[in-house]
């Protein structure tokens, strides 16, 4: 099945570095979600982005989408140590139309802001 | 408090010793799905839920049942566990179940089979 996969794995910066990880995915989609998780915990929406949008910000965040690159980046800005958590971003099938229930997410990037 | 629930945390049984893990949403959401988390393999969707009394298979339906008898709780059903089911479990739910609504998602339960 299709799969974002993020790249890096993992990431370790100081705080106040910017924090750049990137999203790859193997077909066509309609839209790209990032999600944060912290350790052993639920994961948490960060943002959406369109298959026909470049780009979109929110707060320190910004993702970018590449669709003829099928991929996807989130930067954020400023980074502070409680940013330290699993980042991931799920993708679906563009099956014509609006997909319904299979999202897939990818393996997630590990960033560590050290303080 | 919008929220997904999810009971146990944390459960440690052992093989063939059958278990529910349970979810429960109070957003009235229609869409409800559980996932499993694995180290090197990301999450993987295990069941979905688009209403009540209609459920379909995700990723990796094997070894797991759901029912979904009423819109708040999607109960998950390990009727023969074995240790390959060792994993974090996530239960998520939202409005409609389109990929552009945004999943809520439980607190996870560690399962361990032994």
Not at chain 1, 53 to 75: I, Q
Not at chain 2, 19 to 47: A, F
Request: aromatic share 10%; with cysteine; charged share 20%.
């Amino acid at each position: 099945s299709q799969q974002g996969e993020e790249d890096p794995q993992a990431l370790s910066i100081q705080e106040g570095e910017n924090a750049t990880m990137n999203c790859s995915y193997k077909t066509s989609i309609n839209n790209l979600q990032w999600y944060r998780q912290n350790s052993g915990r639920g994961l948490v929406h960060l943002i959406l982005i369109r298959s026909n949008e470049r780009e979109k910000h929110s707060g320190r965040l910004r993702v970018t989408l590449d669709t003829s690159k099928k991929s996807s980046s989130l930067l954020i800005t400023a980074s502070r140590a409680a940013d330290t958590a699993s980042y991931f971003c799920a993708t679906e099938y563009n099956a014509g139309g609006t997909s319904y229930g299979k999202l897939t997410f990818g393996q997630g990037t590990i960033l560590t802001v050290h303080p | 408090e919008a929220q997904v629930t999810q009971n146990p945390r944390y459960l440690i049984t052992v093989t063939g010793k059958k278990l529910t893990v349970t979810c429960s949403q109070n957003m009235n959401h229609e869409y409800m799905s559980w996932y499993r988390q694995d180290p090197g393999l990301g999450l993987r969707q295990i069941y979905y839920s688009m209403n009540v009394e209609v459920t379909d298979k995700g990723d990796v339906p094997e070894g797991y049942k759901v029912s979904r008898k009423e819109k708040r709780n999607f109960p998950l059903i390990l009727e023969s566990p074995s240790p390959n089911q060792t994993s974090l479990y996530f239960c998520a739910s939202s409005y409609w179940g389109r990929t552009t609504d945004t999943q809520y998602f439980g607190p996870g339960t560690r399962l361990t089979v032994l």
